[in-house]
């Protein structure tokens, strides 16, 4: 089974930057990617950035594009997202996960089914 553990967040000033890192186990080989999804009250959990298993190929959301940078740690099986230029609407809570890379790229759908950690709260103030 899928376990994963976030961290690495905090409360930050607009245009302050957070490093986040999540460590997973458990991941099958049809979880082609890893990455990141948010979410904040009243709104439904949204991708924020993903990872393919080779470790090259990155997928952002609109918003994080430009600004974070989800990279590969050395074992693969750990990811980290690099947020810079933070606004006030980042404030969320993060999660990380490992899925098939269609759960991020795919048309909106619900995405409770994903195995997630305990998520990371950002919380950016102006």
């Known amino acids: 089974q899928v376990q994963l553990v976030e961290s690495g967040g905090g409360s930050v000033q607009a245009g302050g930057s957070l490093r986040l890192s999540c460590e997973a186990s458990g991941i099958a080989d049809t979880d082609t990617c890893m990455g990141w999804f948010r979410q904040s009250p009243g709104k439904e959990r949204e991708g924020v950035a993903a990872i393919y298993h080779d470790g090259g190929s990155r997928w952002y959301s609109d918003s994080a594009q430009g600004r974070f940078t989800i990279s590969q740690d050395n074992a693969k099986n750990a990811v980290s997202l690099e947020m810079n230029s933070l606004k006030p609407e980042d404030t969320a809570m993060y999660y990380c996960?490992?899925?098939?890379?269609?759960?991020?790229?795919?048309?909106?759908?619900?995405?409770?089914?994903?195995?997630w950690g305990q998520g990371t709260q950002v919380s950016v103030s102006s």
């Open positions: 996960t490992a899925a098939p890379c269609i759960e991020w790229v795919g048309p909106p759908h619900d995405h409770s089914h994903l195995p």
